[in-house]
């Protein structure tokens, strides 16, 4: 089964529309990469949901998931607690559901 990686985002008051521009430049091509979705959760808040052959490769695309970041991280809020400006999941899937 494939491997998922699930990144919630919170963006600052009125930085939606650079967020979202920002993220819509990138064309992810990394080994292992199938899809992946940005999802609106609520005001200002977003989460990005990807599939890969395998959660070990999106564990070995980190560094290219921390050059996208860069690229809209001053559009983000700290999450605090010493956890930066998101929440990142990654695993591999154990059920799948049709």
Do not use: Q
């Not at 491997?3 to 091509?29: A, I, P």
């Not at 070995?60 to 607690?81: H, I, P, Q, Y």
Request: charged share 30%.
């Amino acid at each position: 089964m494939s491997g998922f990686n699930v990144v919630r985002f919170t963006v600052k008051n009125g930085m939606d529309d650079k967020f979202l521009s920002e993220n819509k430049k990138f064309t992810f091509d990394v080994p292992g990469f199938k899809r992946g979705n940005m999802i609106k959760t609520g005001d200002h808040n977003y989460c990005f949901i990807a599939e890969w052959d395998s959660a070990s490769d999106s564990i070995n695309a980190e560094s290219s998931m921390v050059e996208m970041l860069d690229c809209f991280r001053d559009t983000l809020e700290d999450k605090g607690d010493g956890n930066g400006v998101t929440d990142f999941v990654v695993g591999d899937a154990v059920v799948e559901y049709h």
